[in-house]
């Protein structure tokens, strides 16, 4: 058997026996008890997430690169922030409650109990049932409070942002065509049409009915840029007039047959392109519709002239592709007419004609004819040429189904404006095809950029706010009463053991805070064991007490209270 534990007696006394003096008045207040650290701390959390505010604020739709950090860092230290000083504040405010529930006249010491419990313990403020108060409530809220990181970290991403500022750009595009640079001329001298288009040109031509983007030399555009630019173009002058018509179909005669005039058609469709003008500055669109349902009235007539000219186009530049094209929604009429130019007679070179090809393309392209005339009894028959006709021809729902003949009621819409469009967006592409080094010009030019940028989810951020205004909510009740206090109070174990008369904290100030009391019995030893209680009885006592008079507890010890 081991050695046996032995009985320590001591007859010193720890500490004098000098009754008590007053010290430390008991002074409840308003001002003067404010748990200022604890209210500092709720401060504070408001700070931090109006610091998140204010970050998303800032960030939203800014460049990824004005930004060293990423707004997700500093909205995470917000959060952080807040959620520490939250749980200081509860700290302070239990401490508070603590103290104050201690001064009630019905306070119970298992009342006390659960105050520390609640704030020390989450299951205990969980499964505290029935006796749910404040601080068990506060306890909840505040340890799941840190779910606002997640919300807030999600509240700044990264997408996609255009910017727009002004930036100079350089373009090349031709302010005049070349002499001769459309078409080659084989029917001789005294006609000078284009047969053929010129190699340059018939490139223009295919990559127009192809679609094909227009590829641009220009100096810096990073981004989407709008302006506008001189280049060769064109102003129009339309005339219009009308042309009677009537193919009603007419009485026959005693015999049942038609006069021959009867079965005469119209030209209810025509589009023709003509360069017959010997120069190189004109150009003429002729065109003829019958724009009625009726059988007779009057075909619309278009005679249009192109002249010649530098114009403003608006225009878009893709600096990041290199191509440039029309402003979206303009028409001729929104280029600004600079000045017209002079045609020169193009006789004295009979092999070559500048807007010669434009005659030739359009022709090739949208030369089309539709005569219509009543023929007796197949009643009316229409013949058509080229494509054009029949895109803007309006048929009745019920035209040929059923037996049912073609009559006259077809009509044209105006393909006006559409051929006009055309021959502008031909002779933009023209204009830049043509340029060279010497046709550059500078401009000032709207450059919207697309770059990575922050965008704030305000959502999140609201669910963040909920989570921390319901635990900043929650603790804030606890701090009530602290007027009720007479002096600066914690938790720690030294000054509630002064509370509860410890014999080892006798003779300290008994209103001391935490502080002065370690002043005064910081120092004094102490020891943690069995304290002899009745020598003769042999019994003792388990406490904090002074080292001379404590020894280790014997395993299977009994203590008297």
Same mark, same amino acid.
């Given at each position: 058997?081991?050695?046996? *534990?032995?009985?320590?007696?001591?007859?010193?006394?720890?500490?004098?026996?000098?009754?008590?003096?007053?010290?430390?008045?008991?002074?409840?207040?308003?001002?003067?008890?404010?748990?200022?650290?604890?209210?500092? &701390?709720?401060?504070? &959390?408001?700070?931090?997430?109006?610091?998140?505010?204010?970050?998303?604020?800032?960030?939203?739709?800014?460049?990824?690169?004005?930004?060293?950090?990423?707004?997700?860092?500093?909205?995470?230290?917000?959060?952080?922030?807040? %959620?520490?000083?939250?749980?200081?504040?509860?700290?302070?405010?239990?401490?508070?409650?603590?103290?104050?529930?201690?001064?009630?006249?019905?306070?119970?010491?298992?009342?006390?109990?659960?105050?520390? *419990?609640?704030?020390?313990?989450?299951?205990?403020?969980?499964?505290?049932?029935?006796?749910?108060?404040?601080?068990?409530?506060?306890?909840?809220?505040?340890?799941?409070?840190?779910? %606002?990181?997640?919300?807030?970290?999600?509240?700044?991403?990264?997408?996609?942002?255009?910017?727009?500022?002004?930036?100079?750009?350089?373009?090349?595009?031709?302010?005049?065509?070349?002499?001769?640079?459309?078409?080659?001329?084989?029917?001789?001298?005294?006609?000078?049409?284009?047969?053929?288009?010129?190699?340059?040109?018939?490139?223009?031509?295919?990559?127009?009915?192809?679609?094909?983007?227009?590829?641009?030399?220009?100096?810096?555009?990073?981004?989407?840029?709008?302006?506008?630019?001189?280049?060769?173009?064109?102003?129009?002058?339309?005339?219009?007039?009308?042309?009677?018509?009537?193919?009603?179909?007419?009485?026959?005669?005693?015999?049942?047959?038609?006069?021959?005039?009867?079965?005469?058609?119209?030209?209810?469709? +025509? !589009?023709?392109?003509?360069?017959?003008?010997?120069?190189?500055?004109?150009?003429?669109?002729?065109?003829?519709?019958?724009?009625?349902?009726?059988?007779?009235?009057?075909?619309?007539?278009?005679?249009?002239?192109?002249?010649?000219? !530098?114009? *403003?186009?608006?225009?878009?530049?893709?600096? *990041?592709?290199?191509?440039?094209?029309?402003?979206?929604?303009? !028409?001729?009429?929104?280029?600004?007419?600079?000045?017209?130019?002079?045609?020169?007679?193009?006789?004295?070179?009979?092999?070559?004609?500048?807007?010669?090809?434009?005659?030739?393309?359009?022709?090739?392209?949208?030369?089309?004819?539709?005569?219509?005339?009543?023929?007796?009894?197949?009643?009316?028959?229409?013949?058509?040429?080229?494509?054009?006709?029949?895109?803007? &021809?309006?048929?009745?729902?019920?035209?040929?189904?059923?037996?049912?003949?073609?009559?006259?009621?077809?009509?044209?819409?105006?393909?006006?404006?559409?051929?006009?469009?055309?021959?502008?967006?031909?002779?933009?592409?023209?204009?830049?095809?043509?340029?060279?080094?010497?046709?550059?010009?500078?401009?000032?030019?709207?450059?919207?950029? !697309?770059?990575?940028?922050?965008?704030?989810?305000?959502?999140?951020?609201?669910?963040?706010?909920?989570?921390?205004?319901?635990?900043?909510?929650?603790?804030?009740?606890?701090?009530?009463?602290?007027?009720?206090?007479?002096? %600066?109070?914690?938790?720690?174990?030294? +000054?509630?053991?002064?509370?509860?008369?410890?014999?080892?904290?006798?003779?300290?100030?008994?209103?001391?805070?935490?502080? +002065?009391?370690?002043?005064?019995?910081?120092?004094?030893?102490?020891?943690?064991? &069995?304290?002899?209680?009745?020598?003769?009885?042999?019994?003792?006592?388990?406490?904090?007490?002074?080292?001379?008079?404590?020894?280790?507890?014997?395993?299977?010890?009994?203590?008297?209270?």
């Amino acid at each position: 058997m081991g050695p046996q *534990n032995k009985h320590v007696y001591s007859t010193v006394t720890p500490f004098e026996n000098t009754p008590p003096t007053p010290r430390k008045l008991w002074n409840p207040s308003i001002l003067r008890r404010l748990p200022w650290k604890g209210f500092g &701390a709720m401060l504070g &959390a408001i700070a931090a997430v109006s610091g998140a505010i204010v970050v998303l604020m800032l960030s939203d739709r800014r460049p990824t690169a004005s930004w060293s950090l990423q707004p997700a860092v500093y909205l995470a230290i917000a959060s952080t922030l807040a %959620n520490v000083f939250i749980h200081f504040a509860l700290g302070q405010a239990i401490c508070v409650a603590w103290w104050r529930r201690a001064t009630q006249p019905t306070t119970k010491i298992s009342d006390l109990h659960r105050h520390w *419990n609640y704030g020390d313990s989450l299951w205990a403020s969980l499964t505290s049932g029935r006796q749910m108060n404040v601080i068990a409530l506060a306890s909840v809220l505040v340890a799941i409070v840190p779910i %606002n990181g997640p919300f807030l970290q999600r509240a700044s991403r990264v997408g996609l942002g255009k910017f727009v500022h002004d930036s100079p750009v350089q373009i090349q595009i031709a302010q005049q065509l070349p002499l001769g640079y459309t078409g080659i001329v084989a029917s001789g001298r005294g006609r000078p049409y284009a047969s053929f288009l010129t190699p340059e040109f018939k490139d223009v031509v295919n990559a127009t009915n192809n679609l094909t983007p227009i590829t641009i030399v220009s100096k810096g555009c990073a981004g989407e840029c709008t302006t506008r630019v001189q280049g060769a173009g064109f102003t129009v002058d339309c005339a219009h007039s009308t042309v009677p018509f009537d193919i009603q179909p007419p009485e026959p005669a005693s015999d049942g047959t038609f006069p021959a005039s009867a079965f005469a058609d119209i030209l209810a469709f +025509e !589009t023709l392109f003509d360069n017959t003008v010997a120069d190189s500055a004109t150009l003429k669109l002729d065109l003829q519709f019958k724009g009625t349902s009726d059988c007779a009235g009057s075909l619309e007539v278009r005679n249009c002239t192109f002249k010649a000219a !530098t114009v *403003n186009y608006p225009v878009v530049i893709n600096g *990041n592709k290199t191509v440039i094209e029309l402003a979206p929604g303009t !028409t001729m009429s929104d280029d600004h007419v600079m000045h017209t130019i002079d045609g020169v007679d193009e006789r004295m070179n009979p092999y070559r004609t500048t807007l010669g090809g434009f005659s030739k393309a359009f022709m090739d392209t949208y030369k089309s004819s539709a005569s219509m005339g009543f023929k007796g009894a197949v009643r009316y028959r229409t013949i058509t040429e080229g494509a054009t006709a029949s895109r803007y &021809a309006t048929l009745s729902s019920d035209s040929g189904q059923n037996g049912s003949a073609i009559d006259c009621s077809i009509f044209y819409g105006d393909p006006t404006e559409d051929l006009i469009q055309a021959v502008r967006s031909m002779m933009f592409r023209t204009a830049v095809a043509a340029s060279n080094a010497s046709d550059a010009q500078t401009v000032s030019a709207q450059d919207m950029v !697309t770059v990575p940028v922050y965008q704030s989810h305000y959502l999140y951020l609201g669910v963040a706010i909920v989570f921390t205004a319901l635990a900043w909510l929650a603790t804030l009740p606890v701090f009530i009463g602290w007027w009720h206090v007479g002096r %600066n109070v914690s938790m720690s174990p030294i +000054e509630t053991a002064k509370a509860f008369s410890a014999p080892m904290l006798q003779h300290s100030d008994p209103n001391a805070n935490v502080d +002065e009391l370690m002043k005064e019995v910081g120092e004094r030893p102490i020891r943690y064991g &069995a304290v002899a209680y009745n020598n003769a009885a042999r019994l003792d006592a388990l406490q904090m007490y002074y080292p001379g008079h404590v020894r280790v507890p014997g395993r299977g010890q009994t203590f008297i209270g």
